[in-house]
T-cell receptor, first 116, second 118 residues
Framework: AQTVTQSQPEMSVQEAETVTLSCTYD???????LFWYKQPPSRQMILVIR??????QNATENRFSVNFQKAAKSFSLKISDSQLGDAAMYFC?????????????FGKGTKLSVKP | DAGVTQSPTHLIKTRGQQVTLRCSPI?????VSWYQQVLGQGPQFIFQ???????GRGNFPDRFSARQFPNYSSELNVNALLLGDSALYLC?????????????????FGPGTRLTVT
């Protein structure tokens, strides 16, 4: 069964600095998608960035970028120029490409604090 | 465009009671998934529905059931509530991926329903 592991329960970053959140996953599939979701205290789960496993190029979305290492099954999120609004729980998620169930598998999350 | 909507926002029930949670997907989205998020954990998959048919079920007891309507909205029902059912219930909608099995990948979440069982 596929699993997603986030080894950092909590992280802290100074405003305007850069922080990297770690995620590893386990799967025997070769085609899949990976995501980072942000969940602020308001509870709304917001899609931050996605990566298709077949793409070698790392995805970027403004201040957010990923380091996708397929062989190592690693998928870290880098947040540059951190802002107070980035404070939230961040979840790494996996979904199998073309799978019958279409369900996301989430890690336990990393709580990010941003210090002014 | 309106996002995924869920109702009610909060709900308090007593052990043994039954509850119905509702979800309306983003316009044009035909797939709805339900997740349970216990405090301090990541969401756990409960069901996925696409075109009114169940396409996936997570490891949850038969007390949990769901359905999807012709307008693609969905209901999640939980019978015989237990204290352990207290959680945030999230609904996510998506465009179906037109691949094998009809599964979808990029999912957009609603604000959730906070269920407390006393």
């Amino acid at each position: 069964a596929q699993t997603v592991t986030q080894s950092q329960p909590e992280m802290s970053v100074q405003e305007a600095e850069t922080v990297t959140l770690s995620c590893t996953y386990d799967t025997s599939e070769s085609d899949y998608y990976l995501f980072w979701y942000k969940q602020p205290p308001s509870r709304q789960m917001i899609l931050v960035i996605r990566q298709e496993a077949y793409k070698q190029q790392n995805a970027t979305e403004n201040r957010f970028s990923v380091n996708f290492q397929k062989a190592a099954k690693s998928f870290s999120l880098k947040i540059s120029d951190s802002q107070l609004g980035d404070a939230a729980m961040y979840f790494c998620a996996y979904i199998e490409y073309g799978g019958s169930q279409g369900n996301l598998i989430f890690g336990k999350g990393t709580k990010l604090s941003v210090k002014p | 465009d309106a996002g995924v909507t869920q109702s009610p926002t909060h709900l308090i029930k007593t052990r043994g009671q039954q509850v119905t949670l509702r979800c309306s997907p983003i316009s044009g989205h035909k797939s709805v998934s339900w997740y349970q998020q216990v405090l301090g954990q990541g969401p756990q998959f409960i069901f996925q529905y696409y075109e009114k048919e169940e396409r996936g079920r997570g490891n949850f007891p038969d007390r949990f059931s769901a359905r999807q309507f012709p307008n693609y909205s969905s209901e999640l029902n939980v019978n015989a509530l237990l204290l352990g059912d207290s959680a945030l219930y999230l609904c996510a909608s998506s465009l179906p991926h037109l691949g094998a099995g009809g599964s979808s990948y990029e999912q957009y979440f609603g604000p959730g329903t906070r269920l407390t069982v006393t």
